[in-house]
Nanobody
Framework: QVQLEESGGGLVQAGGSLRLSCVAS????????MGWFRQAPGKAREFVAV????????YYADSVKGRFTISRDNAKNTVYLQMNSLKPEDTAVYYC?????????????????????WGQGTQVTVSS
């Protein structure tokens, strides 16, 4: 079993930055694909970014491309999401997710069902 715990959320003005962290504990593995999702009030949970276990390739939602950067430190069992140039529409609860294998199809990285483990989420609020 793997536990994921996010931190780093908060209130920030538009144009500001935040860095989210997700620490994994339990039966962790550097082979896991690690992703970030977010859910705004009244909306479905949506894909934000993922870093693939094999090769470390990164993929982003179009809405955050060029502003957000995902990275991982396997020695610390931690995944980060650096968020720059934040916009009010980035306001959401951000969730860390872990997939136990590399994706077989590109579309899998955006599918919630690909991910086995989920954190409890951290609130990000961007004021205008």
């Amino acid at each position: 079993q793997v536990q994921l715990e996010e931190s780093g959320g908060g209130l920030v003005q538009a144009g500001g930055s935040l860095r989210l962290s997700c620490v994994a504990s339990g039966r962790t593995s550097s082979s896991y694909s690690m992703g970030w999702f977010r859910q705004a009030p009244g909306k479905a949970r949506e894909f934000v970014a993922v870093i693939i276990s094999s090769g470390g390739s990164e993929y982003y939602a179009d809405s955050v491309k060029g502003r957000f950067t995902i990275s991982r430190d396997n020695a610390k069992n931690t995944v980060y999401l650096q968020m720059n140039s934040l916009k009010p529409e980035d306001t959401a609860v951000y969730y860390c997710a872990g997939g136990v294998r590399p994706p077989r199809l590109g579309s899998e990285i955006r599918d919630l069902n690909f991910y086995t483990y989920w954190g409890q989420g951290t609130q990000v609020t961007v004021s205008s």
